[in-house]
């Protein structure tokens, strides 16, 4: 699966843009993503529509923004692209805003891109490496900053007999994250190879918590989802560990170890 390496270059990173709103600033990103002949400008539109429909869900950590939209014929190929804003914009989130980067994705599929964003996660989570991300003055220092020494996320191959969803508008991108967020807390635990973790969309939630212990999400879409059944647990912040590792013991009933 392809990492940030593959999926980022220079030519789609741009520093400190200056956008007069959230839509401004999506469209900043998919701009990028058009000139290099990677999506189509009804992709933005589709990233754009996105949140108005679902709301600022995809402004999954603080001052962070994930862009994205359901894969289709807009979209010739999975890449990303990277854009730092002169000045911060708010997206309507109540913890997350004011939003300083915004990434966006485009992907022809849901799991080529599953490796990147366990490393984005990872990156986003570490306090140094996001203060580097801040202030890189070139998208050449950018991309030494995302390189690090981040590890790839080990394959899925564990066969849970638990399981939690991660979920989003369309179990795409932030799902994704927050699935490598959560994983990363289950591979602490070592409970990694007893539960299985699935990124899905909201309609698919709905249908598949049955057979499910928990549900991870963000506000606006555990609105949307209403009463499944089971616990869900709202997060703000998708690459906080220690907001994770939380409600994960809420829902066990866990103490600290």
């Known amino acids: 699966m392809a990492g940030l390496s593959e999926l980022l270059s220079e030519d789609r990173i741009a520093l400190d843009v200056t956008a007069d709103g959230w839509r401004q600033a999506i469209r900043a990103a998919g701009g990028l993503l058009e000139r290099a002949g990677i999506a189509e400008s009804a992709y933005t539109d589709s990233m754009i529509d996105n949140v108005e429909s679902n709301g600022p869900y995809i402004v999954v950590a603080p001052g962070f923004a994930f ?11 999975t890449a990303m692209s990277w854009v730092r804003l002169a000045a911060p914009v708010e997206f309507g989130h109540k913890t997350n805003d004011p939003v300083t980067l915004v990434v966006a994705l485009a992907a022809t599929d849901a799991g080529a891109h599953n490796t990147a964003m366990a490393e984005l996660a990872k990156v986003l989570g570490d306090p140094a490496r996001r203060a580097a991300l801040d202030t890189a003055a070139t998208p050449a220092e950018l991309l030494r900053a995302l390189g690090g020494s981040t590890d790839r996320a ?18 795409l991108g932030t799902s994704l994250f927050l699935k490598s967020t959560l994983e990363q807390v289950l591979q602490t635990w070592r409970w990694d190879r007893f539960i299985t973790v699935e990124a899905t969309d909201t309609i698919s939630a709905k249908g598949k918590a049955a057979g ?23 997060i703000e912040n998708f690459s906080s560990t220690t907001e994770v590792d939380a409600a994960l013991r809420d829902s066990y009933d866990i103490e600290e170890m």
Do not use: F
């Open 67 to 77: 862009a994205h939209a359901r894969p289709s014929e807009a979209v010739h190929r």
């Open 212 to 234: 499910a212990d928990l549900i991870l999400t963000s506000g606006e879409i555990a609105k949307t989802l209403g009463d499944v059944g089971i616990p869900v647990k709202v």
């Open 154 to 171: 080990p394959a899925a191959t564990k066969q849970g007999t638990n399981l939690i969803l991660t979920v989003c508008g369309n179990g």
